[in-house]
């Protein structure tokens, strides 16, 4: 419909005024959006013509369904009644006892310990151990969890009997997920340990399958990262290389509620079970926007190729509109303290020659002139590194392709989802938040 027919704005105005019920009047409604009333006709009722000229280009059904919502979003904010936030940015879901996210500070705490503490010192059964205290039916103690997780990864490894061309050909994280809905749903332990060990195991076999390799046998006597790495390449991966498979699935095991552990915590909510928790969970975390981006970075890095290539490079992809990979973040407004402890865990590589020197001495170069760009061409936003960047790295160095970042971040942050899943049974209510309706009105008798 075109401007300026205006029978029809008064049905539409009259029909979004019903929307707002009680709350609005058709005269008000119309003044909100620059709509003036034209003439009283006593046989259809007020007529109203014209539209603020800002919303020129815009159909009356644009204007109307447009900001007549937001006047009565705007309507009910002056009640004081928050009742929408696009993104639910800064509203707060849920209460936690398991980490905090500090984005002034750039400050992680996982159940009262800052990151920076835990690197280093801290398996990934340590962390598991951490977050699931509390919310099993008996206490998590780390070497009980290591033992009963190892003969877990022995148990879902029969799951491999399933696996056909079809799975074989999706892209490792949606391979894993398929065959971690094979699993039985649950709210204890024992489901707990099944999830915590599947997709440790399912990630290095169907990477092995899409080589046209057999997945290899768990080991239950290693650590979840040595067995990680082993049934990754076949072979005992070094000291060095266990520790830095630590470090990052400690640093990446729990973070607030972002979109995946809020998923999570909705299926927790309604008592489904922990499996479709963890498979809501990471259905979205292989969304781009969440765990997909440590793939592009090494795109970018190859893509820039050198270093005094870097500074044109980034400038010609701001020019076009792009982001760059691994830089900025919803919460934190300065440097991620993940990004820093995973290049922490980058350097006993280094010394072992297990980290390719020209990729490190590449990004370091192009993480400075990304800062300097940034800050040159979004004064008003701070822009830094995030988690993203040196997971490229780390992974890499690792052995890992870059087509399964995202599994292997699933791998490291199912404990999480669990222990929010948990926490939300235990504590919270139904998720239930409403919505407004913007959709036509049927048609008066
Ligand atoms: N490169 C260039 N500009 C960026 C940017 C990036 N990586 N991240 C944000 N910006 C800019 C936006 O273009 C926008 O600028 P504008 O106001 O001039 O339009 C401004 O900063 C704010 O962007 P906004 O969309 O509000 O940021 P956000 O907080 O919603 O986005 C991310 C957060 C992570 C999605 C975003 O920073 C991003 O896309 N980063 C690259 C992908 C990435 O590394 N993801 C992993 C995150 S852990």
Not at 186 to 202: K, N, S
Not at 291 to 306: F, K, N, Q, R, S
Request: charged residues 25%; aromatic residues 4%; proline residues 5%.
């Amino acid at each position: 419909m075109a401007l300026g027919e205006p029978a029809d704005i008064v049905g539409l105005i009259e029909a979004a005024t019903r929307i707002g019920g009680i709350l609005f009047r058709p005269d008000s409604a119309a003044a909100d959006i620059g709509i003036e009333r034209l003439r009283l006709c006593p046989k259809l009722g007020e007529r109203f013509l014209g539209c603020d000229p800002e919303h020129a280009g815009l159909t009356l059904i644009d204007c109307v369904k447009i900001d007549v919502n937001q006047s009565k979003i705007d309507h009910l904010s002056r009640k004081g009644e928050n009742i929408m936030k696009n993104g639910l940015e800064d509203v707060i879901a849920a209460e936690t006892q398991l980490s905090d996210v500090d984005g002034e500070a750039g400050r992680l705490i996982i159940r009262g310990i800052s990151l920076d503490h835990l690197i280093g010192e801290t398996s990934f059964e340590d962390v598991a151990a951490l977050l699931l205290d509390g919310m099993t039916e008996a206490p998590v103690e780390a070497n009980d969890l290591a033992a009963r997780l190892g003969s877990a990864r022995v148990e879902v490894a029969s799951h491999f009997s399933a696996v056909d061309a079809t799975l074989i050909s999706l892209p490792p994280v949606e391979a894993v997920r398929a065959l971690l809905a094979r699993l039985e749903d649950g709210e204890g332990f024992e489901t707990m340990l099944r999830l915590l060990a599947a997709p440790a195991v399912f990630l290095p076999g169907v990477l092995r399958l899409q080589r046209g390799e057999s997945p290899l046998a768990p080991d239950p006597a290693l650590s979840q990262a040595a067995d990680i790495l082993r049934m990754l390449t076949g072979k005992m991966p070094s000291a060095e290389q266990i520790a830095a498979l630590d470090a990052y699935l400690v640093t990446i095991s729990d973070h607030g509620l972002n979109a995946s552990t809020f998923a999570s915590r909705v299926i927790a909510s309604t008592r489904a079970g922990l499996t479709s928790s963890v498979l809501a969970a990471i259905s979205a975390l292989k969304g781009p926007l969440h765990g997909g981006a440590p793939g592009p970075v090494l795109d970018m890095l190859e893509a820039i190729g050198t270093a005094d290539n870097a500074k044109a490079w980034l400038g010609d992809a701001l020019d076009r509109g792009e982001r760059l990979m691994g830089f900025g973040h919803r919460v934190y407004r300065v440097r991620d303290p993940r990004a820093d402890a995973l290049k922490a865990a980058l350097k006993p590589l280094f010394a072992t020659g297990q980290v390719d020197r020209a990729r490190s001495e590449l990004a370091e170069a192009v993480e400075a002139a990304a800062l300097a760009i940034l800050r040159e061409r979004k004064p008003n936003r701070p822009l830094d590194v995030n988690v993203e960047f040196y997971t490229a790295l780390l992974l890499e160095a690792l052995g890992f392709p870059r087509e399964a970042f995202t599994g292997v971040f699933a791998i490291g942050r199912t404990v999480g989802w669990l222990a929010h899943a948990r926490e939300q049974a235990l504590e919270g209510r139904l998720i239930r938040p409403r919505s407004v309706y913007v959709g036509p009105l049927p048609a008066a008798a």
